[in-house]
Every structure is written in C-alpha cells, then in structure tokens.
C-alpha cells in the first residue's frame, strides 16, 4: 500500500524554508484505498478522516497526517516536541514476542491473516500493546504507517479505559485477566475494546490485558 503513495514534485523541504524552519521531509499524496479510514492529526490529536485533500508527511520514514497547512508548518518547526507529546506520533518499537503467547493463534496486524505466534513471529509495541506479524517485511509497512491499519483493522485498535456500565452495577462476572469471580461496582476496572465491556478484578490484569488482548479475549472465561 505504502508503495503506492505518489510523492509530490516538491518536497516539504521547501515548505520548511519557507515557514522559518530547518525540518526536513516529503509532502505524500494520501492512497485511495484509505479514504475514509480515520487517523489523528499529528499536530493536535484531532480525528481526520483521509480524503484526496488530505494532507500526509513522510517524516523519519514515518508518516504522519494533518487537517490543514498551518498544523503542517507546526508541527515542521518543532516536530520531536509533537512526536514526543502525542503516543500515536511515536514510532512503534521491535520487540520479542512474549513467550507466554507461543503457539497463540492470532491475526496479523497488517492483513488480519490468521497466523500462529512462534519465538521468531515479528513483534512490535505500540500505544502500549502488542501487535503480531506473519512477515518482517509486512511488519516494515506497519512501522512506517500504524495509524492506517489500526484504523483498517478494529482488532489492532487498543483497549480503552472507561468506566464500569451503571447498568452492571451488582452484576457477577469474571476477572477478563484471570477468570476469578467478581462483584462489578463504580470502581470496578473497566476496558472497552472490539465493542465489548469488560472487566478486571485489579488494574494490573487489566494492564496485562490492555498490552495483550487478543491473548486474552480467547480464553474460555471472555468467549462470548
């Protein structure tokens, strides 16, 4: 997909000049096949959806997206203080993958193809979490691009804290980590992710679920 991205007769360079900075980089025309996936802008953390005016900078060979020319020109004129603000801004980083997950049927994060965790499976972290591949090679794209395909993929998107449902208030259920019953209450730890609630019996399973979900969600106790 990356292959495709048709670079611009001018380079953000020329931009950078012109806007009093010295940040170097390249204007990236956005790929058709992501239109109306939703990213975050790099100056702001405001939701884009990406469309052919949007605005896309290859930076570091990482890319990043922006809603309009004057978040661009911020962003150029101190770009490590954007890249350190935001996590999505960061570059995902090559990890091992956890031994714990070994023989963990699973997708690949850059495709969604079914794949087996082995000790030589491509690791990455990023936003906190663990993301698998089938190749290195496909884990170079995710490298360069994750927001794309955390947002093509709703099994890449990482858990999101919130708090427990007051409807469940009172309700019985099992730790999403461990499997040991709970009284769910207002302080009850709480994460959403794939369009399910669920819940932990402390905030340290719910860490070691937030890092690896995939691993959890297909334990006896969290199948639905």
């Known amino acids: 997909m990356l292959k ?13 000049v012109l806007a009093g ?36 900078l290859e930076y570091n060979n990482r890319i990043f997206y922006f809603q309009d020319k004057p978040a661009l020109n911020k962003f150029l004129n101190t770009p490590k203080a954007y890249i350190q603000k935001y996590p999505f801004n960061e570059t995902p980083v090559v990890t091992s993958p956890l031994t714990s997950d070994y023989r963990l049927k ?31 090679e496909t884990q170079a794209f995710f490298i360069k691009n994750p927001e794309i395909y955390i947002a093509k993929f709703p099994a890449n998107k990482p858990p999101m804290a919130i708090s427990p449902l007051k409807s469940d208030y009172g309700t019985k259920t099992d ?3 461990t ?7 207002p302080h009850t730890p709480t994460l959403e992710y794939l369009g399910r609630v669920f819940y932990f019996s402390s905030l340290d399973g719910m860490q070691r ?11 006896k106790f969290n199948r639905e």
């Open 4 to 16: 495709r991205l048709v670079k611009f007769s001018f380079s953000v360079l020329a931009v950078a």
């Open 21 to 56: 900075c010295v940040s170097t980089g390249e204007l990236v025309e956005p790929s058709k096949v992501d239109y109306g996936l939703n990213v975050s802008s790099a100056y702001n953390g405001e939701t884009i959806t990406i469309g052919i005016k949007t605005i896309v």
């Open 106 to 136: 699973t997708n690949c994060s850059y495709d969604g193809l079914p794949i087996v965790v082995t000790k030589f499976t491509p690791t990455l972290r990023f936003l906190g979490r663990i993301y698998y591949f089938a190749h290195s």
């Open 175 to 177: 730790c999403a980590a």
């Open 179 to 185: 499997g040991t019953p709970l009284l769910i209450g």
């Open 209 to 219: 679920f937030k890092e690896d979900p995939q691993a959890y969600i297909v334990k």
